[in-house]
């Protein structure tokens, strides 16, 4: 291989809240209740994999194929989760491993076993903590805004992901975010599309129309002329210069869900949170990385590259 495939890998769906718009249909944990790993080592929530499996997959991998974001779900519900990390991080080297998590169990003990073991983490915030989002439960911004303080203070690169969806593609709001995030010391902003998958399965009604998109894209562009936090637009938002895009479905990126299926695109989940079936490559460790890269089904999709301007989820979707 090339470069490097980039893998978002929700190791679990388990999380301490419940966003009507989730992507992965979290299973919701009540009272931010963190769970202990079972001594036997079953998974703690059936149909998920036990860290044996985890391990056996990251074995399957060679150190210089793969780039590793630990997503869920909440990686961080499972003190477990951080053995994987660490594990992958000794394997890989702490720059191709990353995590996304929503900022809770953020205790100085977690954060002393991550420091220099992953390149960055990423919290998600979408609105300003004075403001209710009907997207995130109560309380989610204040809690995610002091995790990023605590996270610059000890050190770590940190990015904060925003979905822009129509609670939050407004001037106001995005002056705000982007001023907090400044104060904070935060280096990264992503910005990502609105997927109609998961909870919000075919809710397509619900995207922001490309043009919405592009405006507020110019307007954010404007907003961080100067900005000491760098910018990312996700590739496949509409962009003021003359676009176009690629989809990376197996090419770059894949998925691997909490069950080990493998998921030529990360964003093609169901309504429970599965892979769309024509998505679905394989189910690791039963099956090897690299078979299932191999395959005829993984095959179509990395040809899909070679269309400019195509995503075979959003056509499904209906997505204008
Ligand atoms: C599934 S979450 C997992 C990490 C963590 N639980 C969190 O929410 O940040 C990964 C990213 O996907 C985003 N996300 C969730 N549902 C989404 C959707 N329907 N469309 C686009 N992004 C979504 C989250 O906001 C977060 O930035
Ligand atoms: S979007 Fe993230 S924080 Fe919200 S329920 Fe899903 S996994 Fe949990």
């Known amino acids: 291989m090339n470069d490097r495939i980039s893998v978002v890998?929700?190791?679990?769906?388990?999380?301490?809240?419940?966003?009507?718009?989730?992507?992965?249909?979290?299973?919701?944990?009540?009272?931010?209740?963190?769970?202990?790993?079972?001594?036997?080592?079953?998974?703690?929530?059936?149909?998920?994999?036990?860290?044996?499996?985890?391990?056996?997959?990251v074995d399957q991998m060679d150190?210089?194929?793969?780039?590793?974001?630990?997503s869920g779900?909440?990686?961080?519900?499972?003190?477990?989760?951080?053995?994987?990390?660490?594990?992958?991080?000794?394997?890989?080297?702490?720059?191709?491993?990353?995590?996304?998590?929503?900022?809770?169990?953020?205790?100085?003990?977690?954060?002393?076993?991550?420091?220099?073991?992953?390149?960055?983490?990423?919290?998600?915030?979408?609105?300003?903590?004075?403001?209710?989002?009907?997207?995130?439960p109560l309380g989610y911004p204040k809690i995610a805004t002091e995790s990023l303080k605590r996270l610059v203070?000890?050190?770590?690169?940190?990015?904060?992901?925003?979905?822009?969806?129509?609670?939050?593609?407004?001037?106001?709001?995005?002056?705000?975010?982007?001023?907090?995030?400044?104060?904070?010391?935060?280096q990264k902003w992503s910005l990502l599309k609105f997927f109609p998958v998961g909870r919000y399965f075919q809710r397509s009604h619900y995207v922001p129309s490309d043009k919405t998109y592009q405006e507020t894209v110019e307007f954010i562009q404007g907003l961080t002329v100067n900005s000491p936090v760098k910018v990312h637009f996700q590739y496949l938002m509409p962009q003021c210069e003359k676009h176009d895009f690629r989809c990376r479905a197996v090419s770059r990126s894949i998925g691997i869900l909490p069950s080990g299926k493998v998921n030529a695109?990360?964003?093609?989940?169901?309504?429970?949170?599965?892979?769309?079936?024509?998505?679905?490559?394989?189910?690791?460790?039963?099956?090897?990385?690299?078979?299932?890269?191999?395959?005829?089904?993984?095959e179509h999709w990395r040809c899909q590259q070679r269309i400019v301007n195509n995503c075979e989820l959003f056509e499904r979707m209906e997505v204008k």
């Open 153 to 186: 203070e000890h050190g770590f690169r940190v990015g904060v992901q925003t979905v822009l969806k129509q609670e939050n593609m407004n001037a106001n709001t995005l002056e705000g975010l982007h001023h907090l995030l400044v104060n904070i010391g935060v």
């Open 265 to 298: 695109c990360f964003w093609a989940l169901n309504r429970r949170g599965e892979p769309l079936s024509d998505f679905l490559l394989g189910k690791l460790p039963e099956e090897n990385i690299y078979d299932v890269l191999k395959s005829e089904k993984a």
């Open 73 to 136: 779900g909440d990686v961080l519900i499972n003190p477990r989760n951080i053995d994987l990390v660490l594990y992958t991080s000794a394997k890989f080297g702490s720059d191709n491993v990353s995590l996304s998590i929503p900022g809770t169990f953020l205790t100085n003990w977690v954060l002393d076993r991550l420091l220099g073991k992953v390149s960055d983490i990423e919290i998600t915030l979408d609105n300003l903590p004075s403001v209710k989002d009907d997207s995130r």
């Open 9 to 57: 890998w929700n190791i679990t769906r388990l999380c301490p809240f419940a966003c009507s718009f989730c992507c992965v249909s979290a299973v919701h944990v009540k009272n931010f209740q963190q769970i202990s790993p079972n001594n036997d080592d079953t998974p703690v929530l059936a149909g998920e994999l036990s860290f044996r499996c985890q391990v056996d997959i």
């Open 63 to 70: 150190a210089d194929d793969f780039r590793i974001d630990f």
